[in-house]
C-alpha cells in the first residue's frame, strides 16, 4: 500500500497491489511493532486510487516504511538518506531527486558566494511514478500537486529577475511550483494550492534560468520538462554521454546543471 495523500481524518487516498482485488468495503489488517490497525476501502478514484479509513492513523510511521521508487530493490539503513536536509513539510509520496545532493555544508559554502537560497515546497505525487502512455503527450492529464511558496521567497525571486540575476531551480518540482505562480502574475505573490501545471517542449519559460536535475525515467513528464527546458537535442545528447560514461540515474544518481 503506498499511501498517498491524506483527505481528512484517519482518510488517506492509496495505491494498493494488487488492486483490483479489492473493493468498496474491504478491511485490511497491518501489524508490526506491536500494534495491530486496519484500514477500510471507503470509495474508488480513477486510476486505480483508493479512499481508505484507517483506524488509527498514529500508528502508521511505526507500522510503516518509507516509499522508495521501484527500481530500490534494498531497504535504506538510514530512512533519513532518502530525504533532502532542508525539507521541512510531510506530504510528498517521494523525494525530489536533485536536492538528495546538497550537505549542510555545501548549502554554507553557496550562501558564503553570495547566493541567495530561498525555499520553495511541492508535494510530489503520482505523477512520479506514473508513465506518459498518450502517444500525443498534450493529451496526458497530469495529477495535481500541493505546492507552496511565502511571500519572502516570491519577493526575493522577483527581485533577482528584476536586477537580472539568475534564478536557478533545484528540481523540477521548483520549476513547476515557479513557473506556475508566475503564470499568476509577476511580481511573484505568496501561493498555497494545487498546481497542475504540464511544461512540454514549447513552453515559454517565465521566471526560471538554470535547472540542476538529476537523469530521469522514460516516457515521465519529469523528461519532458527538462526537454522543454533545455531543448531536446541537448537533452539526448546530455543522456547520450550519461550513458557512455556510465553515469548513476535517477533517485541516488548523478545531476547535470542546464544553464
Known sequence: MLLLLRTGDGTWEALLKPGKRVKAGTR????????LITAEVIGMKENGIK?????DETAIPKIGKVA???????????????QTVYARNEGSVAAPTAGLHFTPELLQKIKEKSVVCV????HIGLDTFQPVHEEDPHTHIIHRE????????GSQISKAKAEGRRVICVGTTSVRT?????KLG??????SGWIDTFILPGYKFLIVDALLTNFHLPRTTLLMLVSAFAGKELIDKSYSEAIKE??????????MLIC
Open 28 to 35: 485490511i489488517e497491518f501489524s508490526g511493532s506491536g500494534l
Open 51 to 55: 479512499i481508505l479509513k484507517f483506524s
Open 68 to 82: 522508495l521508487p521501484p527500481y530500490i530493490h534494498h531497504a535504506l539503513a538510514d530512512s533519513g538518506r532518502y
Open 119 to 122: 525555499p520553495v515546497t511541492l
Open 146 to 153: 500541493f505546492s507552496t511558496m511565502g511571500e519572502e521567497t
Open 178 to 182: 515557479i513557473e506556475h505562480v508566475a
Open 186 to 191: 509577476v511580481p511573484l505573490q505568496p501561493f
Open 246 to 255: 556510465k553515469y548513476r540515474f535517477y533517485s541516488f544518481g548523478d545531476a
